[in-house]
């Protein structure tokens, strides 16, 4: 499985933002899918997740109501709409893929077994 995150760049708070993440590979291995975030200074932290076959996501509080995670099946990509951008939300976003079925754990970054490269969104306040 590859996975290629990209949509990143600056913006000022309360704008909106896409970013992308363009998977390959197995379904099998992908069938739940997660963003996760890294600010300056910070350990990594779960954005939210989605489960391929369904489409159902899964946010972690700090970004619900405001992010939006979906998939496009036909090509492979996931997405994530950032509404109403703070400038806490300043960090390198990565995309990972995991094979497991449920999203009991999708918040546990040690349950992905494939990871994107990284886009950095930066938020001007």
Not at 21 to 36: K, L, Y
Not at 60 to 80: C, H, P, Q, W
Not at 104 to 115: G, L, Q, T
Request: aromatic share 12%.
């Amino acid at each position: 499985v590859q996975l290629q995150a990209s949509g990143g760049g600056l913006v000022r708070a309360g704008d909106s933002l896409v970013l992308s993440c363009a998977a390959s590979g197995p379904t099998f291995r992908r069938s739940v899918m997660g963003w996760f975030r890294q600010a300056p200074g910070k350990e990594r932290e779960f954005v939210g997740a989605i489960r391929w076959s369904d489409n159902r996501p899964y946010y972690v509080e700090s970004v619900k109501g405001r992010f939006t995670i979906s998939r496009d099946n036909a090509k492979s990509t996931m997405y994530l709409q950032m509404n109403s951008l703070k400038p806490e939300d300043t960090a390198v976003y990565y995309c990972a893929a995991t094979g497991l079925r449920g999203l009991e754990y999708a918040d546990k970054s040690s349950v992905y077994d494939y990871w994107g490269q990284g886009t950095l969104v930066t938020v001007s306040s």
